[in-house]
């Protein structure tokens, strides 16, 4: 059973509204989570983090939020760009153990 | 030069053969990692390695192998491929504290 769910594999946005991704755990044990984003034939790259301390954070276009009592997470993003399109990853783990990543969700940014 | 580079990017190999795909970083990181992604599953953990001399198995282990060289080189080898190893492999790295992963490029493996 997967511990980090993201229940849609795709979402397409357009140019300069909001993108909302959404990531729920299982795990009550995970205290700190990140997003990756992927582009066709690169690795994924690291986008941002919250730790299960706070309920939100923000970086630049980004933002992340933590709602630890339904054990969900979401990351915002505005204005979405074309340059946004790809996939995003949610990762989560308890603190000095491995990472559990979800499934991913496919952006893809309408111009 | 990028942080994390692995060899071959892509490669076509038959059921049973031996193959190694290997990872390289620069970034002086002791923690290094190797994933499997496969449609609709996410990244899965196969080995991971916390410094030269400590080797651990991951969430699939099982049909792969590894090897860690030196600090900056860990290599993941199937001893005897078959096609349900076909996946794009990914080696990324961290730090001690472990709570960033830098990915290399990937692999995309098939398996005939």
């Known amino acids: 059973d997967q511990q980090v769910k993201q229940n849609s594999p795709s979402l397409s946005v357009q140019e300069g509204r909001i993108s909302i991704l959404n990531c729920d755990y299982t795990n009550s044990m995970f205290d700190y989570f990140l997003w990756y984003k992927k582009y066709p034939a690169e690795g994924p790259t690291f986008l941002i983090s919250?730790?299960?301390?706070?309920d939100k954070n923000e970086d630049g276009r980004f933002t992340v939020f933590l709602n630890k009592s339904a054990k969900h997470l979401s990351l915002h993003i505005v204005p979405s760009q074309p340059g946004d399109s790809a996939v995003y990853f949610c990762?989560?783990?308890?603190?000095?153990?491995?990472?559990?990543f979800g499934p991913g969700t496919r952006l893809s940014v309408l111009p | 030069d990028a942080d994390v580079t692995q060899t071959p990017r892509n490669r076509i190999t038959k059921t049973g053969k031996r193959i190694m795909l290997e990872c390289s970083q620069t970034?002086?990181?002791?923690?290094m990692y190797w994933y499997r992604q496969d449609p609709g599953l996410g990244l899965r953990l196969i080995y991971y390695?916390?410094?030269?001399?400590?080797?651990n198995k991951g969430e699939i282990s099982d049909g792969y192998s590894v090897s860690r060289q030196a600090q900056a080189k860990f290599s993941l080898s199937l001893e005897s491929a078959i096609p349900n190893q076909t996946a794009l492999y990914f080696c990324?790295?961290?730090?001690?504290?472990?709570?960033?992963?830098?990915f290399g490029p990937g692999t995309r493996l098939l398996v005939l």
């Open positions: 970034k002086g990181h002791d923690r």
């Open positions: 990324a790295t961290s730090g001690f504290s472990g709570e960033t992963q830098y």
């Open positions: 919250i730790s299960s301390i706070k």
């Open positions: 390695s916390f410094d030269v001399k400590d080797i």
């Open positions: 990762a989560a783990y308890p603190y000095g153990q491995n990472f559990v």
